[in-house]
């Protein structure tokens, strides 16, 4: 699916998406038109939320249709109205990171863009993107309509505005911050799934590359340093990563297991 636009201009309403992951269940290989009769929208709309599905990984396309994924599977098992604060976190997670797709705004405006508690204008983020996109080949009208997108995205409480990464300064200004912390298994798939894709080959980093890295700790919750060493103790006190105190900051990971187990243990265990 393109990177750009993939919505349809129709924003990402959880209600709509949950309805969609029901019929999905019922469904195994769902159609377009199958979508939009079980919801009750017309088919660009229908489109729109299999978009936002896809994006965030609860759904992939297939030859003949669209089927859910394995993480899917598991949130339509045990968070199927998409309501708990820790899916949320999860569909942001891979809205702004690049698995087999990539929401193309959403990843730079993220692993590139913001820090936390600075201030930003709106109008900034569009200007941005536009800047590091050129001199490639695209949809200008459609980078508008994604920025448009982003900020209801994270604005609107039947979006993903629960998560309160953004707090408004003043009309139009902006500032993110990480003020509503994952659970501990969360931030823990997060950073071993970034690390397993990333750095794979590596057993050891530093604090500060998790802090700062495109699509690590730091840059997925906005999180002050502070914070993420916070988070990774969380996980030395369960065994999961040993950290040394030295002028290296060094993290080593002992979770050897593919970090996916980790969400089934969790959801499985609510």
């Known amino acids: 699916m393109r990177s750009i636009a993939f919505h349809q201009k129709f924003k990402l309403d959880r209600e709509r998406l949950a309805t969609l992951l029901r019929y999905m269940t ?13 919801m009750g929208v017309g088919e660009p709309a229908a489109e729109g939320c299999i978009g936002w599905l896809i994006k965030t990984s609860l759904v992939t396309p297939r030859d003949k249709g669209y089927e859910l994924t394995p993480l899917g599977e598991l949130i339509a098992n045990h968070d199927p109205e998409l309501s708990q604060q820790n899916t949320l976190w999860l569909m942001h997670y891979y809205l702004i990171t690049e698995h087999n797709e990539r929401s193309e705004v959403w990843y730079r405006a993220f ?34 309509d994604d920025c448009n997108q982003f900020w209801k995205c994270y604005l609107d409480p039947a ?13 139009k200004t902006y ?33 500060s590359q998790i802090c700062e890295e495109p699509e690590f700790s730091g840059k997925v919750f906005v999180a002050h340093r502070d914070q993420v060493v916070q988070m990774l103790q969380n ?30 243990n969790f959801y499985t265990a609510l």
Do not use: C
């Open 235 to 264: 996980l030395q006190s369960l065994g999961m990563v040993n950290i040394i105190d030295s002028q290296h900051e060094p993290v080593t990971r002992r979770y050897r297991d593919d970090p996916y187990q980790i969400l089934t």
């Open 26 to 38: 019922e469904q195994p290989i769902a159609s377009k038109k199958g979508a939009a009769v079980y």
């Open 111 to 144: 692993n590139e863009f913001f820090n936390p508690g600075i201030s930003i204008e709106r109008s900034s983020l569009l200007t941005y993107i536009e800047r590091s996109l050129e001199g490639t080949s695209t949809n200008k009208l459609g980078l508008s």
């Open 159 to 171: 979006s993903l505005g629960k998560l309160n990464l953004v707090q408004e300064d003043k009309q």
């Open 175 to 207: 500032t993110f911050n990480l003020s509503i912390p994952p659970d501990t298994a969360i931030f823990a798939f997060t950073l071993f799934d970034a690390w397993q894709r990333r750095f794979s080959h590596v057993d050891t980093l530093r604090i």
